[in-house]
T-cell receptor
Framework: RKEVEQDPGPFNVPEGATVAFNCTYSNSASQSFFWYRQDCRKEPKLLMSVYSSGNEDGRFTAQLNRASQYISLLIRDSKLSDSATYLCAVNIIGLGGKLIFGQGTELSVKP | DTAVSQTPKYLVTQMGNDKSIKCEQNLGHDTMYWYKQDSKKFLKIMFSYNNKELIINETVPNRFSPKSPDKAHLNLHINSLELGDSAVYFC?????????????FGPGTRLLVL
């Protein structure tokens, strides 16, 4: 089983749709959680850190469920510019800061 | 200003050659990383340095040797390049070793081995 798993998609949605991505992790020692966004042929960029209490940034909401070991990202009112690959990443205690990434979920928002 | 920069952006070379990729960050971070993203877009860590000291060394062939002359630079030298080394190599940096600090990525070096 992969340490961090995501649905690879692609997710094809119309503008204005709400889309949700899930990510599961296998190591219960996981300490910190992140969603990164990667545009085609570009570097990953941090979208949001994910906190236990959940957090929201505009149209984006991230949730963490430690008991079930998954994190989620909800995008409301999706825009064409949201089209990208969304990577979840997990930092595990004692591993020197390394991030373990999921394989990414591709999102395509259509007009 | 570019926070994390890498050179070259593209690298096309023949099997068996030796090549280097350079990375520099101007964020004042203590920790730098090398990641490899393969053709299936899977992003995996290779190495991590904190203040010029190696702290993470994943299962990477000995042909790959990182070098950190100072905490702002982390270079990657690859000997005897193989076809399977073709990938995008990303450098990243963060502020606190072992902590959950945000990692900032460089633009990537696209390596193609022929």
């Amino acid at each position: 089983r992969k340490e961090v798993e995501q649905d690879p998609g692609p997710f094809n949605v119309p503008e204005g749709a709400t889309v949700a991505f899930n990510c599961t992790y296998s190591n219960s020692a996981s300490q910190s959680f992140f969603w990164y966004r990667q545009d085609c042929r570009k570097e990953p960029k941090l979208l949001m850190s994910v906190y236990s209490s959940g957090n929201e940034d505009g149209r984006f909401t991230a949730q963490l469920n430690r008991a079930s070991q998954y994190i989620s990202l909800l995008i409301r009112d999706s825009k064409l510019s949201d089209s990208a690959t969304y990577l979840c990443a997990v930092n595990i205690i004692g591993l020197g800061g390394k991030l373990i990434f999921g394989q990414g979920t591709e999102l395509s928002v259509k007009p | 200003d570019t926070a994390v920069s890498q050179t070259p952006k593209y690298l096309v070379t023949q099997m068996g050659n030796d090549k280097s990729i350079k990375c520099e960050q101007n964020l004042g971070h203590d920790t730098m990383y090398w990641y490899k993203q393969d053709s299936k877009k899977f992003l995996k860590i290779m190495f991590s340095y904190n203040n010029k000291e190696l702290i993470i060394n994943e299962t990477v062939p000995n042909r790959f040797s990182p070098k950190s002359p100072d905490k702002a630079h982390l270079n990657l030298h690859i000997n005897s390049l193989e076809l399977g080394d073709s990938a995008v190599y990303f450098c990243a940096s963060s502020g606190i070793a072992g902590g959950p600090e945000t990692q900032y990525f460089g633009p990537g070096t696209r390596l193609l081995v022929l």
